[in-house]
């Protein structure tokens, strides 16, 4: 991303403006942080209460000196993914698959390799958050459902009653590799008041990863 904004550094003059978000990891803000010192940054900021970007608030923050409009595809904390295609649409202007692929279309008899990643990756999603939904001592911090066309299987949540990193304390006992802080997403986890509960409980989960183990994690945590 450095070397991104480097390369776009001739194209911004003072007074233009770059558009980023408070939902990114740093690595994705802090060059653009550095790219405008002449620039004027504008901060599109997550909906506290649906813990999502809406895009109409994005149309207030463009105006005809907007160069750049830098958001991520998915967020590393709520796990949601970010409507990328209706985001271009507000901002007009601005701004082969490899064997292993090949193989896991292969092996599961399916045409489309990310028709299965997409399948198993829902299906642990929907395991987790079946049962975080259940537990009203549990907030989830993201979308509850497990559609894969709005979220991916990164789950993070907090608890009424503990800090989050006790909660991995007692995980990690069980030798399982859920970790808690604000992942490099420093903005959002303080603007939600959750950096004084030690950050959020983050589980990290690909298609690699099986239903027994997220049973494992649920044990750990019941």
């Keep these: 991303m450095q070397q991104l904004a480097q390369a776009l550094a001739v194209e911004i003059r003072p007074g233009d403006e770059i558009v980023l978000t408070d939902v990114d990891h740093e690595s994705n803000t802090d060059p653009w942080h550095r790219l405008a010192r002449d620039a004027e940054l504008r901060v599109w900021r997550i909906d506290p209460e649906r813990l999502e970007l809406e895009p109409e608030a994005l149309e207030a923050l463009l105006s005809p000196r907007t160069r750049l409009v830098c958001i991520t595809h998915c967020s590393n904390v709520p796990g949601t993914m970010m409507p990328v295609a209706e985001i271009a649409r507000r901002a007009p202007g601005t701004g082969a698959i490899p064997a292993y692929l090949d ?120």
Aim: aromatic share 4%; with cysteine; net charge neutral.
């Design 103 to 222: 193989e896991l279309a292969r092996h599961h008899g399916a045409p489309d390799p990310f028709a299965v990643i997409g399948a198993q990756e829902e299906a642990l999603s929907a395991r987790l958050l079946d049962y975080l939904c259940c537990r009203s001592d549990v907030r989830i911090i993201g979308r509850r459902e497990p559609d894969r066309a709005i979220r991916v299987p990164t789950i993070s949540f907090v608890a009424r009653n503990r800090l989050s990193s006790d909660i991995v304390a007692v995980t990690d006992r069980h030798r399982i590799g859920i970790r808690h802080g604000d992942f490099y997403a420093r903005e959002p986890v303080h603007n939600l008041g959750l950096a004084e509960r030690h950050g959020v409980v983050r589980v990290s989960m690909i298609h690699d990863n099986t239903a027994a183990e997220v049973d494992r994690l649920v044990a750990a945590l019941d």
